[in-house]
């Protein structure tokens, strides 16, 4: 876990209506950890996400990927760089479940047959298969997450990014979720998640990073930022139990 | 989206998204993407000109096509509640014509100070625009249900090879539905916070509901773009499709829409 692999330097974002999001953060991601973005609503966490994945462009500052500078829309970065938005109905717009896995790799002009089988393995995957034929406005909250996730994870993205992973799902989900990262982290992928799930931080994350009001405030071991009541009762976190 | 509370309206527009949505999830026969546009423009324009009268059965033979195509993808269902809903806008904007034309007097309306006439050539010309139009509606819906909407889209690349209608196309496609949801969203929200029934609070409701449902719209919008973007590998916006070759179904399809053109368009087998 030596190899930097996506950093930012002195990032601001800024959004039409004059609202700051970001002042000037600069962070490194370093090949095959996990790390995890903590801090209060309305911190900056999404969009530092966005603009890490190369969606939206920072006002000031600039993101790399492996050294060199991220070019929006560039295929590469792309196919590196898969996200998975807070709210699933963002991200899943194709008539159908398996239309929304296909979405990807029917881009990469892969042959039917082999797109079919990757489907099926990623809806197995996150225990979607048994919806691959319904549309996905026609699933439960907890159901269109775990295909918002499977939706990326079928092309295999060497980064991984996660906005509020765990929210509104239920403990078996967030368990497999945890399943899912820590296997992905043995091959060497990236995983960058935004979260207020402290615990779920805690257990998973080698890092964990601070934002409060657009600005970094801590970075550091779980172990060092939970020994920091103070730090995270000012992020609005709550300290998990028995810890 | 579940079923909310809500009146007419939010029911018309979920069944309006359903149907599209249905549309779009892909037709039971693969054909490739420049036969299938053709198919559907001749018979569009084959049907849109033929004169449906002097009613016989051959003048129903459209909707009777539609039928077993829709049947043949299982979305019989689309197409009843479309034949349904474009019946009845299709008698309100042919009704005008019964009392337009100038002819034999069939009988006479009296709307207060107004007086209108309506005419046995009147009924007969809006009685075959009714069914030129509902014939054209249910001969496009048919094939579509059959072929899905996107090789169609994917068709007109032939047209435009920059590309860049068929992908308007594409994405508008996948936001219509999208919008119509967010839309009926809208007002069930409104509508769950509505103290007292009555006309005034439910024209209140739509009214205000139409720049928020704009901005919010525009909203989604780019937030679906950006999920879009995120999962366009190619770099590129996307396709709608995979790349599909010629096959054996193409040519079977040719005869039976030269079939179609002959008996109903030409009617030389009559």
Known sequence: MTDEILSCSDVWFRYPDGTIALRGISLTIYEGEILAILGPNGA??????LVLAGLLKPWRGFVSYRGERLRVDDPLIRRSIGMVFQNPDDQLFCPTVFDDLAFSLRQLELPEDEIKRRVEEAALLVGVSHLLH?????????????????????????????DEPTSSMSPRFIFQIKEILEERRSIGRTHILATQDVEFAYELADRIVIIIEGRLRREGSPEIIIQEPNLLEEADLKIPKGV | MRRCR?????????????????????????LYPFTSLTVLIVLVVSTAYTDPFPFTFI????????LILSAISHRLAYLLKTIATSSLFLTVISLPLIFYLPGRPLVRVELGFVSLTATVEGLSRASA?????????SISLGWMSLVGVDPLI????????????????????RYIPLSIRETVRILAARESRMMRRDRGVAWMILSTSIGDLLLRSLHR?????????????????????????????????????????????LRWLI
């Open chain 2, 6 to 30: 809500g009146g007419l309206l939010a029911s018309y527009l979920e069944a309006v998204s359903e149907v599209l949505n249905g549309l779009l999830a892909g037709g039971a026969w693969r």
């Open chain 2, 129 to 137: 625009f009714f069914l030129r139009c509902l014939n054209t509606i």
């Open chain 1, 44 to 49: 900056g966490k999404s969009t530092l996400l």
């Open chain 1, 134 to 162: 319904k549309p996905p406005y026609r699933l439960s909250f907890g159901e269109k997450k775990r295909v918002a996730l499977a939706s990326i994870l079928i092309y295999d993205p060497e980064i991984l990014i996660l």
């Open chain 2, 59 to 66: 003048s129903m033979i459209p909707i009777i096509v539609a």
């Open chain 2, 154 to 173: 994917e068709g007109l690349r032939f047209i435009d090879p920059s590309g860049t209608i068929p992908l308007l196309l594409f994405l508008s496609t």
């Open chain 2, 221 to 265: 919008a780019e937030r679906v773009g950006m999920a879009m973007r995120a999962r366009a590998l190619s770099g590129r916006l996307p396709s709608p499709t995979t790349h599909s070759a010629l096959s054996l179904r193409d040519l079977i399809v040719l005869p039976l829409v030269a079939l179609y053109i002959v008996i109903y368009s």
